[in-house]
């Protein structure tokens, strides 16, 4: 390909090629045990960032960690005191922190007109509450 290739020294995310884009950098996900969460701890971890993954889900969460040397802590982000307690541990555990990817989240799908109150509470303090 003219000019040297496809890649002329710009990094590729995802490929192993070039320099590793997060190197060093401290990050905490949330929902990191599936989905866009589990993806961003996956790629996060693949360039160079030390990340310490949250989710209430400890054993899908525990293995994708234990996949790529990333850390896991449970926690439900709905609940302040212990999303709080808990983002104070992982920073401690990285010593400081660069990105925090506020990826958790629920979804039940259920059409807008027959969404109950238990699941407008649910989605409330978990997508807004917890995430802002
Ligand atoms: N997948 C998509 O195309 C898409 C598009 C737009 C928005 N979203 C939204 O983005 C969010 C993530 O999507 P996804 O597809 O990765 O969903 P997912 O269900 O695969 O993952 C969500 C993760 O969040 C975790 N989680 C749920 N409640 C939690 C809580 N209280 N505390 C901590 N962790 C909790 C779950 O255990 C799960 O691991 C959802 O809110 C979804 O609605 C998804």
Excluded: H
Aim: hydrophobic letters at 45%; aromatic letters at 4%.
């Amino acid at each position: 390909m003219a000019g040297g290739g496809a890649l002329d020294g710009r990094a590729v995310v995802g490929f192993g090629i070039g320099p590793m884009l997060l190197t060093n950098k401290r990050a905490i996900v949330t929902g990191g045990a599936s989905g866009i969460g589990a993806a961003t701890v996956r790629a996060y971890a693949r360039e160079g960032a030390r990340v310490v993954a949250l989710d209430i889900d400890d054993a899908a969460g525990s293995r994708i960690c234990e996949d790529v040397g990333a850390a896991f802590l449970r926690c439900d982000i709905a609940d302040r005191a212990q999303l709080f307690a808990t983002v104070d541990r992982a920073v401690e555990q990285l010593g400081g922190l660069d990105i925090m990817a506020n990826v958790a989240g629920v979804e039940r799908r259920t059409p807008a007109e027959d969404i109950p109150d238990d699941e407008w509470d649910l989605v409330f303090s978990v997508d807004a509450k917890g995430t802002l």
